[in-house]
Nanobody, 118 residues
């Protein structure tokens, strides 16, 4: 069973913070790197951050480096995205999913909306 449920989005002023959470089914979470993606209106979906299966390695898009932190809790099958110093350009729907898993390429959860006002 494939389950990805994102939460934690909302409306925040520029400079503020949000913490996104993603609950995943164990079958697709365990042993896989996880990624957070986002899609802004009129733009293609982009990869924001990834975390390795053990949590020890992370990577970030240049646009969020130093402001966002990805982490995971393998005991709870959860992945998080702490977003600080938010900018209006961060406004998008945010999604999580396993990273680099071919058979899940077309699968996306419902996402969570993040809106940053200036």
């Amino acid at each position: 069973q494939v389950r990805l449920v994102e939460s934690g989005g909302g409306l925040v002023q520029a400079g503020g913070s949000l913490r996104l959470s993603c609950a995943a089914s164990a079958s697709i979470f365990s042993g896989n790197a996880m990624g957070w993606y986002r899609q802004a209106p009129g733009k293609q979906r982009e990869l924001v951050a990834t975390v390795s299966s053990g949590g020890g390695n992370t990577n970030y898009a240049d646009s969020v480096k130093g402001r966002f932190t990805i982490s995971r809790d393998n005991a709870k099958n959860m992945v998080y995205l702490q977003m600080n110093s938010l900018e209006p350009e961060d406004t998008a729907v945010y999604y999580c999913k396993p990273f680099g898993v071919g058979w899940l390429k077309a699968y996306w959860g419902q996402g969570t909306q993040v809106t940053v006002s200036s």
